[in-house]
């Protein structure tokens, strides 16, 4: 049976002619699919009349569902109901909604014939060219190309090759914008699989034109042993940089094991201060950033949870180069100093300390174990070192002290 609603009143009458009859369907074909009434096809009907409200009830199932057209718009569920008054059309049980730029698929779907809007609740599955979500409950303004999801919603977007999960989100296609709400959690992702997540508290913002997603409020990236955490964030994804603003920090733990060291050991690093970019190709976290205020805190220490060595650096700025998931080369530069305290030399008793000032100074890592450093004084304020060897101290005396003061580029 296919109904044009425009003719209502004819259509009513055939109804009471139908019914008195005893027929189950009705052949009249009234209208076409360029129609903009929204037309019907199912295999039974009946009319209501309910508190000054007209009400055409069609009956389908899964094999022979109801159908309905409006220009571009398809739909389709198992039964629907149309109110003439409203025009608002409702289908239950695995209703779609189709037109040429994205299918819902839903429990429950309305459709409103005048603005041609619609509205999917219940296990909605929403399918497009480049991205596919799923939520609870979606509105869909049709002419504005606005999408509201909520309910929880889980994205997956090509375009920025990641899945969003959030409590609600907005999408316009016709700005390429999106927002997601409440907790959203971002996937970045390739063909091998996990590549980073970041998440925050707020608001992750989707600007599908520049290729950038913004986040505030208590922003977590997580990138293998990597996490950085900071108040707000902006990840470019075509040169993969994640800017850091508000309070930034910077934590890696590594397990490693070097030769110089009797067992594995746990390194656990702290890099601050005003603003960071964390670096990331072809899978990995090449460098860390920092600019102002850079403070940095390495602590190793081995199986036993004894340590082995610690480093601090302060600077105006500081670089952090990795390799292997390892840092390679820390540089820090402007007013830098920097403490290094190792707790055994060579694996033998006794321990060293360095301390250091300059304009520039960096620090050599080999697999993860700081293996040398030079200082520059470039800018006039000069190079200078301390250098502190402690032995063990000779039964029955004092504990004896070695202490050399070093001006040179290189302490090793």
Not at 1 to 25: E, K, P, T, Y
Not at 109 to 133: C, P, Q
Not at 158 to 168: C, E, F, K, L, P
Not at 344 to 366: L, P, R, V
Request: contains cysteine; glycine residues 6%.
């Amino acid at each position: 049976m296919r109904i044009r609603l425009s003719a209502f009143f004819i259509i009513s009458a055939v109804l009471c002619v139908i019914a008195a009859a005893g027929q189950a369907r009705l052949e009249t074909e009234t209208g076409d699919k360029d129609s903009q009434q929204l037309d019907f096809e199912a295999p039974k009907f009946q009319f209501k009349s309910l508190d000054e409200m007209n009400i055409i009830i069609y009956s389908g199932d899964s094999a022979n569902p109801v159908k309905a057209w409006q220009l571009d718009v398809e739909l389709q569920a198992n039964t629907a109901t149309y109110n003439t008054k409203t025009t608002e059309a409702r289908f239950h049980g695995n209703a779609v909604f189709k037109d040429s730029l994205r299918q819902l698929n839903a429990d429950t779907l309305i459709y409103y014939n005048d603005t041609r809007n619609a509205v999917a609740v219940g296990n909605v599955v929403v399918t497009e060219k480049g991205r596919m979500f799923r939520a609870g409950k979606v509105k869909y303004h049709k002419d504005e190309r606005l999408i509201e999801a909520m309910d929880y919603v889980y994205v997956h977007d090509d375009s920025v090759r990641s899945t969003i999960t959030g409590a609600s989100a907005v999408f316009n296609d016709s700005t390429r914008y999106g927002l997601v709400n409440g907790s959203p959690v971002m996937v970045r992702e390739d063909e091998i699989g996990s590549i980073i997540m970041i998440s925050c508290d707020d608001t992750l913002e989707i600007d599908k034109v520049n290729k950038t997603v913004r986040l505030w409020e208590n922003v977590v990236i997580t990138k293998d042993s990597l996490t950085v955490k900071s108040v707000r964030a902006l990840y470019d994804d075509s040169s993969e940089v994640i800017s850091l603003s508000g309070n930034p920090v910077a934590e890696m733990i590594t397990i490693n094991s070097p030769d110089n060291a009797e067992s594995p050991l746990q390194m656990f690093s702290t890099v601050t201060g005003d603003s960071m970019r964390v670096f990331l190709s072809e899978r990995k976290v090449t460098g860390v950033d920092v600019i102002g205020g850079a403070h940095s805190t390495t602590v190793s220490t081995d199986s036993t949870g004894s340590l082995f060595d610690r480093s601090i650096m302060d600077s105006s700025a500081m670089r952090l180069a990795m390799q292997d998931n390892l840092v390679s080369v820390v540089t820090a530069e402007g007013r830098a100093s920097s403490y290094y305290h190792r707790a055994k030399i060579d694996n033998q008793e006794g321990m060293f300390i360095n301390e250091a000032e300059g304009d520039t100074i960096y620090f050599f890592f080999d697999e993860g174990v700081i293996s040398q450093m030079r200082i520059s004084g470039f800018g006039g304020t000069g190079a200078r070192g301390k250098y502190y060897r402690y032995k063990p101290a000779p039964e029955d005396s004092l504990k004896t002290k070695e202490t050399e003061t070093v001006r040179s580029e290189t302490l090793n």
